[in-house]
Protein backbone atom coordinates (compact mmCIF):
# COMPACT_ATOMS: atom_id res chain seq x y z
CA UNK A 1 0.00 0.00 0.00
CA UNK A 2 1.35 3.29 -0.91
CA UNK A 3 2.46 5.83 1.75
CA UNK A 4 1.43 8.45 -0.32
CA UNK A 5 -1.82 9.72 -1.23
CA UNK A 6 -1.22 11.92 -3.85
CA UNK A 7 1.86 14.19 -5.69
CA UNK A 8 1.34 17.16 -7.61
CA UNK A 9 3.91 19.13 -9.06
CA UNK A 10 4.43 22.38 -11.26
CA UNK A 11 7.96 23.58 -12.65
CA UNK A 12 8.41 25.41 -8.99
CA UNK A 13 7.20 23.01 -6.51
CA UNK A 14 6.47 19.84 -5.54
CA UNK A 15 3.19 18.97 -3.34
CA UNK A 16 3.48 15.54 -1.40
CA UNK A 17 0.45 14.61 0.32
CA UNK A 18 1.21 11.46 2.41
CA UNK A 19 -1.24 9.02 3.71
CA UNK A 20 -1.66 10.26 7.04
CA UNK A 21 -3.19 13.54 5.61
CA UNK A 22 0.25 15.62 6.32
CA UNK A 23 1.69 18.10 3.56
CA UNK A 24 4.92 18.36 1.97
CA UNK A 25 5.99 21.11 -0.19
CA UNK A 26 9.18 20.97 -1.50
CA UNK A 27 10.52 24.09 -3.83
CA UNK A 28 12.28 22.68 -7.07
CA UNK A 29 15.76 24.25 -6.18
CA UNK A 30 16.10 22.83 -2.36
CA UNK A 31 14.93 19.06 -3.99
CA UNK A 32 17.99 19.94 -6.85
CA UNK A 33 20.50 21.11 -4.27
CA UNK A 34 19.66 17.97 -1.64
CA UNK A 35 20.20 15.52 -4.49
CA UNK A 36 21.04 12.07 -3.25
CA UNK A 37 22.58 11.03 -6.40
CA UNK A 38 26.56 9.87 -6.73
CA UNK A 39 27.24 12.95 -8.83
CA UNK A 40 25.69 15.54 -6.22
CA UNK A 41 26.65 13.18 -3.14
CA UNK A 42 30.15 11.52 -2.11
CA UNK A 43 28.54 8.07 -1.43
CA UNK A 44 30.75 6.84 1.31
CA UNK A 45 30.61 9.79 3.17
CA UNK A 46 27.22 11.42 2.38
CA UNK A 47 29.11 15.17 1.75
CA UNK A 48 27.92 17.50 -0.97
CA UNK A 49 30.04 17.28 -3.74
CA UNK A 50 27.88 20.23 -5.63
CA UNK A 51 27.89 23.91 -5.24
CA UNK A 52 24.95 25.82 -5.21
CA UNK A 53 26.23 28.12 -8.24
CA UNK A 54 26.40 24.43 -9.67
CA UNK A 55 22.71 24.49 -9.96
CA UNK A 56 20.84 26.61 -13.18
CA UNK A 57 19.52 29.65 -12.02
CA UNK A 58 16.25 28.41 -13.57
CA UNK A 59 16.27 24.86 -12.25
CA UNK A 60 12.54 23.62 -11.97
CA UNK A 61 10.97 19.88 -12.18
CA UNK A 62 9.84 18.78 -15.45
CA UNK A 63 8.04 15.34 -14.27
CA UNK A 64 7.94 13.68 -10.79
CA UNK A 65 6.66 9.92 -10.43
CA UNK A 66 6.87 7.13 -7.71
CA UNK A 67 8.35 3.91 -7.91
CA UNK A 68 7.50 2.12 -5.09
CA UNK A 69 9.37 4.01 -1.97
CA UNK A 70 11.46 6.10 -4.20
CA UNK A 71 10.33 9.39 -5.91
CA UNK A 72 12.08 10.02 -8.87
CA UNK A 73 12.35 13.56 -10.53
CA UNK A 74 14.03 15.11 -13.98
CA UNK A 75 14.66 18.64 -13.64
CA UNK A 76 14.75 21.26 -16.39
CA UNK A 77 16.50 22.54 -17.81
CA UNK A 78 19.37 20.27 -18.11
CA UNK A 79 17.33 16.47 -16.94
CA UNK A 80 19.16 16.47 -14.16
CA UNK A 81 17.15 12.85 -12.47
CA UNK A 82 17.03 12.50 -8.91
CA UNK A 83 15.82 9.86 -6.59
CA UNK A 84 14.32 10.17 -2.93
CA UNK A 85 13.67 7.71 -0.68
CA UNK A 86 10.18 8.47 1.36
CA UNK A 87 12.22 7.65 4.18
CA UNK A 88 14.59 10.42 3.28
CA UNK A 89 11.79 12.73 2.33
CA UNK A 90 10.01 12.35 5.68
CA UNK A 91 12.91 12.58 7.63
CA UNK A 92 14.18 15.41 6.08
CA UNK A 93 11.19 17.27 4.70
CA UNK A 94 11.53 20.97 6.01
CA UNK A 95 7.77 21.39 6.16
CA UNK A 96 6.79 18.06 8.51
CA UNK A 97 10.60 18.65 11.04
CA UNK A 98 11.68 20.80 13.31
CA UNK A 99 14.10 22.96 12.16
CA UNK A 100 15.90 24.02 15.28
CA UNK A 101 18.89 22.50 17.25
CA UNK A 102 18.52 20.43 20.48
CA UNK A 103 19.83 22.95 22.57
CA UNK A 104 16.48 25.40 23.13
CA UNK A 105 14.40 25.37 25.43
CA UNK A 106 11.67 24.03 23.91
CA UNK A 107 13.26 20.52 23.78
CA UNK A 108 14.29 20.74 27.76
CA UNK A 109 12.34 19.63 30.95
CA UNK A 110 12.48 22.27 33.26
CA UNK A 111 13.09 22.05 36.75
CA UNK A 112 13.18 23.98 40.24
CA UNK A 113 14.68 23.47 43.59
CA UNK A 114 11.85 21.01 44.43
CA UNK A 115 11.61 19.15 41.36
CA UNK A 116 13.49 16.31 42.07
CA UNK A 117 12.90 15.36 45.57
CA UNK A 118 15.71 13.14 47.16
CA UNK A 119 16.65 11.67 43.58
CA UNK A 120 18.27 13.85 41.61
CA UNK A 121 19.56 12.97 38.51
CA UNK A 122 22.77 10.83 39.58
CA UNK A 123 24.94 8.02 37.70
CA UNK A 124 27.69 5.83 39.54
CA UNK A 125 30.71 6.55 37.55
CA UNK A 126 32.14 2.76 37.32
CA UNK A 127 28.22 2.17 35.86
CA UNK A 128 29.26 5.69 33.64
CA UNK A 129 32.06 3.82 32.45
CA UNK A 130 31.36 0.21 31.97
CA UNK A 131 27.94 0.12 31.08
CA UNK A 132 26.42 2.28 27.53
CA UNK A 133 23.15 2.45 29.39
CA UNK A 134 23.79 4.10 32.48
CA UNK A 135 25.84 6.59 30.41
CA UNK A 136 23.29 6.63 28.34
CA UNK A 137 21.03 8.06 30.55
CA UNK A 138 23.65 10.15 32.41
CA UNK A 139 24.36 11.95 29.22
CA UNK A 140 20.20 12.26 28.49
CA UNK A 141 20.11 13.90 31.96
CA UNK A 142 22.46 16.83 30.76
CA UNK A 143 20.46 16.85 27.83
CA UNK A 144 16.79 17.30 29.67
CA UNK A 145 17.71 18.78 32.83
CA UNK A 146 20.63 20.28 32.39
CA UNK A 147 23.51 18.42 34.81
CA UNK A 148 24.16 14.74 36.31
CA UNK A 149 26.15 14.23 39.69
CA UNK A 150 28.92 11.57 38.98
CA UNK A 151 28.85 9.27 42.51
CA UNK A 152 32.34 7.31 43.69
CA UNK A 153 34.89 9.22 40.86
CA UNK A 154 38.31 8.41 42.09
CA UNK A 155 39.41 11.32 44.69
CA UNK A 156 42.48 11.18 42.80
CA UNK A 157 44.05 14.43 40.99
CA UNK A 158 43.26 15.29 37.30
CA UNK A 159 40.61 12.71 37.46
CA UNK A 160 38.12 14.99 36.01
CA UNK A 161 40.30 15.00 32.64
CA UNK A 162 39.89 11.23 32.73
CA UNK A 163 36.09 11.88 33.38
CA UNK A 164 36.05 14.27 30.10
CA UNK A 165 37.31 11.61 27.82
CA UNK A 166 34.64 9.16 28.50
CA UNK A 167 32.69 11.42 26.25
CA UNK A 168 34.70 14.26 24.97
CA UNK A 169 37.22 16.63 24.70
CA UNK A 170 38.91 18.51 27.41
CA UNK A 171 38.12 22.50 26.49
CA UNK A 172 41.55 23.99 27.59
CA UNK A 173 42.17 27.91 28.88
CA UNK A 174 43.98 30.39 30.63
CA UNK A 175 43.02 28.66 33.52
CA UNK A 176 45.14 25.18 32.05
CA UNK A 177 43.07 21.79 31.28
CA UNK A 178 41.76 22.51 34.47
CA UNK A 179 41.50 24.41 37.72
CA UNK A 180 42.02 24.05 41.83
CA UNK A 181 39.33 25.53 43.80
CA UNK A 182 40.81 26.04 47.03
CA UNK A 183 41.06 29.10 49.02
CA UNK A 184 44.58 30.57 47.55
CA UNK A 185 46.36 33.99 48.92
CA UNK A 186 46.29 36.85 46.78
CA UNK A 187 43.32 35.02 43.98
CA UNK A 188 42.34 36.11 40.78
CA UNK A 189 39.47 34.87 40.88
CA UNK A 190 36.89 35.52 44.10
CA UNK A 191 36.13 31.14 43.37
CA UNK A 192 39.27 31.04 45.16
CA UNK A 193 38.33 32.27 48.29
CA UNK A 194 35.90 30.97 51.36
CA UNK A 195 33.13 33.90 50.39
CA UNK A 196 29.95 32.52 49.07
CA UNK A 197 29.59 32.58 45.14
CA UNK A 198 25.67 33.66 43.96
CA UNK A 199 24.26 31.87 41.30
CA UNK A 200 26.82 32.42 37.87
CA UNK A 201 27.56 30.86 34.52
CA UNK A 202 31.20 30.43 34.50
CA UNK A 203 33.54 32.62 31.78
CA UNK A 204 30.26 33.95 29.66
CA UNK A 205 34.11 36.29 28.63
CA UNK A 206 34.65 33.58 26.56
CA UNK A 207 33.85 33.35 22.71
CA UNK A 208 32.36 30.64 22.40
CA UNK A 209 31.68 29.89 25.68
CA UNK A 210 32.57 26.29 27.50
CA UNK A 211 29.60 24.63 26.79
CA UNK A 212 29.95 21.87 30.14
CA UNK A 213 31.59 22.61 32.94
CA UNK A 214 32.51 20.10 35.91
CA UNK A 215 33.32 20.28 39.49
CA UNK A 216 34.55 17.03 41.26
CA UNK A 217 35.05 17.16 44.88
CA UNK A 218 38.36 15.93 46.40
CA UNK A 219 37.96 17.50 50.10
CA UNK A 220 35.40 18.79 52.04
CA UNK A 221 35.70 18.69 55.64
CA UNK A 222 34.66 22.78 56.38
CA UNK A 223 31.76 23.91 57.82
CA UNK A 224 29.18 25.69 54.65
CA UNK A 225 30.09 25.39 51.71
CA UNK A 226 27.13 23.91 50.34
CA UNK A 227 26.51 23.75 45.90
CA UNK A 228 23.43 25.61 44.55
CA UNK A 229 22.06 24.88 41.46
CA UNK A 230 19.62 26.89 38.97
CA UNK A 231 18.04 26.13 36.02
CA UNK A 232 18.51 29.42 33.74
CA UNK A 233 16.32 28.49 31.00
CA UNK A 234 13.16 27.99 34.06
CA UNK A 235 14.60 31.55 35.23
CA UNK A 236 14.12 32.53 32.25
CA UNK A 237 10.94 32.04 31.38
CA UNK A 238 9.39 33.09 34.89
CA UNK A 239 10.92 36.50 33.85
CA UNK A 240 8.86 36.33 30.26
CA UNK A 241 5.51 35.43 32.42
CA UNK A 242 6.54 38.18 34.95
CA UNK A 243 7.44 40.42 32.30
CA UNK A 244 7.74 39.98 28.40
CA UNK A 245 9.23 43.81 28.07
CA UNK A 246 12.22 42.59 30.62
CA UNK A 247 12.73 39.32 28.54
CA UNK A 248 12.61 41.12 25.68
CA UNK A 249 15.03 43.46 26.88
CA UNK A 250 17.64 41.27 28.21
CA UNK A 251 17.34 39.10 24.98
CA UNK A 252 17.61 41.54 22.58
CA UNK A 253 20.60 43.66 24.04
CA UNK A 254 23.90 43.33 24.80
CA UNK A 255 26.17 43.73 27.63
CA UNK A 256 30.44 43.60 27.93
CA UNK A 257 32.19 40.78 29.83
CA UNK A 258 35.48 41.16 30.87
CA UNK A 259 38.25 38.84 32.92
CA UNK A 260 41.95 40.30 32.98
CA UNK A 261 44.67 39.47 35.21
CA UNK A 262 48.24 39.18 34.27
CA UNK A 263 48.52 36.55 31.76
CA UNK A 264 44.69 37.26 30.40
CA UNK A 265 42.51 39.90 28.94
CA UNK A 266 39.41 38.27 27.63
CA UNK A 267 36.52 40.16 26.45
CA UNK A 268 32.49 39.76 25.04
CA UNK A 269 29.47 41.25 24.34
CA UNK A 270 26.64 39.29 24.20
CA UNK A 271 23.05 39.26 25.62
CA UNK A 272 22.18 37.72 29.02
CA UNK A 273 19.32 35.91 27.72
CA UNK A 274 20.01 34.50 23.99
CA UNK A 275 16.80 33.08 22.02
CA UNK A 276 17.01 31.61 18.57
CA UNK A 277 14.77 32.51 15.74
CA UNK A 278 11.78 31.07 17.36
CA UNK A 279 12.19 33.19 20.61
CA UNK A 280 13.08 30.31 22.31
CA UNK A 281 15.54 30.47 25.11
CA UNK A 282 19.10 29.06 23.98
CA UNK A 283 21.40 30.35 26.17
CA UNK A 284 21.66 32.23 29.46
CA UNK A 285 24.65 34.22 30.51
CA UNK A 286 24.97 36.05 33.91
CA UNK A 287 28.18 36.24 36.23
CA UNK A 288 28.02 39.27 38.77
CA UNK A 289 31.86 39.12 39.09
CA UNK A 290 32.45 39.60 35.11
CA UNK A 291 29.93 42.01 33.82
CA UNK A 292 32.10 44.77 32.65
CA UNK A 293 31.27 48.26 32.46
CA UNK A 294 27.31 48.12 31.36
CA UNK A 295 27.75 50.49 27.51
CA UNK A 296 24.08 50.44 26.08
CA UNK A 297 22.48 53.41 24.04
CA UNK A 298 21.66 55.97 26.21
CA UNK A 299 18.20 56.00 25.90
CA UNK A 300 17.94 52.29 26.89
CA UNK A 301 19.40 52.51 30.29
CA UNK A 302 17.09 54.10 32.43
CA UNK A 303 14.67 50.47 31.06
CA UNK A 304 17.45 48.06 31.11
CA UNK A 305 18.20 48.16 34.76
CA UNK A 306 14.63 47.14 36.03
CA UNK A 307 15.21 44.60 33.72
CA UNK A 308 18.37 43.69 34.86
CA UNK A 309 17.30 43.69 38.76
CA UNK A 310 14.30 41.71 37.99
CA UNK A 311 16.39 38.62 36.05
CA UNK A 312 19.16 38.80 39.37
CA UNK A 313 16.02 38.95 41.57
CA UNK A 314 14.48 36.05 40.26
CA UNK A 315 18.04 34.20 40.29
CA UNK A 316 17.77 34.74 44.16
CA UNK A 317 14.21 33.38 44.79
CA UNK A 318 15.34 30.40 46.75
CA UNK A 319 12.50 28.11 45.51
CA UNK A 320 14.45 27.89 42.18
CA UNK A 321 17.42 26.76 43.81
CA UNK A 322 18.90 22.87 44.03
CA UNK A 323 20.82 22.54 47.43
CA UNK A 324 22.85 19.82 48.11
CA UNK A 325 26.56 19.61 50.06
CA UNK A 326 28.93 18.13 46.96
CA UNK A 327 30.82 15.11 49.18
CA UNK A 328 34.18 13.97 48.39
CA UNK A 329 34.23 11.40 45.38
CA UNK A 330 31.10 13.32 43.94
CA UNK A 331 31.53 15.62 40.43
CA UNK A 332 28.81 17.38 38.80
CA UNK A 333 28.95 17.63 35.12
CA UNK A 334 26.35 20.74 33.88
CA UNK A 335 25.23 22.82 31.35
CA UNK A 336 27.23 26.12 31.31
CA UNK A 337 24.96 27.86 28.72
CA UNK A 338 21.57 27.03 30.99
CA UNK A 339 22.17 25.72 34.47
CA UNK A 340 23.76 28.37 36.87
CA UNK A 341 25.71 27.32 40.20
CA UNK A 342 26.49 29.06 43.13
CA UNK A 343 27.96 28.12 46.27
CA UNK A 344 27.37 29.14 50.21
CA UNK A 345 29.95 30.82 52.27
CA UNK A 346 32.41 28.32 54.54
CA UNK A 347 34.62 28.00 57.32
CA UNK A 348 38.23 29.16 57.42
CA UNK A 349 38.43 25.47 59.40
CA UNK A 350 39.04 22.06 57.91
CA UNK A 351 39.70 22.17 53.97
CA UNK A 352 37.71 21.94 50.79
CA UNK A 353 39.40 21.28 47.64
CA UNK A 354 37.61 21.27 44.06
CA UNK A 355 39.05 20.68 40.90
CA UNK A 356 36.95 21.69 38.06
CA UNK A 357 37.17 21.66 33.93
CA UNK A 358 36.02 22.81 31.11
CA UNK A 359 34.33 20.94 27.85
CA UNK A 360 31.73 21.39 25.09
CA UNK A 361 28.39 20.82 24.39
CA UNK A 362 29.04 19.61 21.09
CA UNK A 363 31.18 16.17 21.79
CA UNK A 364 29.01 15.38 24.24
CA UNK A 365 25.92 15.86 22.44
CA UNK A 366 27.48 13.71 19.66
CA UNK A 367 28.66 10.79 21.95
CA UNK A 368 24.47 10.87 23.16
CA UNK A 369 23.35 10.54 19.72
CA UNK A 370 26.18 7.72 18.99
CA UNK A 371 24.64 5.94 21.89
CA UNK A 372 21.44 6.51 21.47
CA UNK A 373 21.93 5.15 17.87
CA UNK A 374 23.47 1.83 18.61
CA UNK A 375 21.24 0.60 22.10
C1 LIG B 1 33.85 27.92 40.17
C2 LIG B 1 32.81 27.90 41.20
C3 LIG B 1 31.94 26.77 43.06
C4 LIG B 1 32.37 26.06 44.29
O1 LIG B 1 34.99 27.58 40.49
O2 LIG B 1 33.52 28.23 39.02
O3 LIG B 1 31.81 28.50 40.97
O4 LIG B 1 31.58 25.24 44.76
N1 LIG B 1 33.03 27.19 42.28
O5 LIG B 1 33.45 26.31 44.81
ZN1 LIG C 1 31.74 29.06 38.85
Redesign the pocket.
Known amino acids: MSRIREIFCDAQELTITWENASVSRLQAIWLRDHCQMPSSRNPDNGQRLLNITDIPLDVGIKQASLDGDRLIIEFSPDGHRSEFSLDWLLQNCYCLNRQYDDRSEADKILWHGGSFGQALPRCAYSAFCDQPRSKLAALQAVRDYGFVLLDAVPCESGQILKVIEKFGYVRETNYGPMFE ?1 RTKIDPNNL ?1 YTNLG ?1 GCHL ?1 NPYRDPVPGLQL ?1 HCLDSSTEGGE ?1 ILQDGFMAAKVLRDESPDHFLMLSQHRLNFRFRDECADLQSRVPLIEVNDLDEVVKVRFNNRSIDTIKLPAELMERFYPAYRHFAEILERAGLQLVFKLQPGELMLFDNTRVL ?1 A ?1 KAYSAAGTRH ?1 Q ?1 AYSDLDGLYSSLRLLEASL
Open positions: VALDLSHRLG
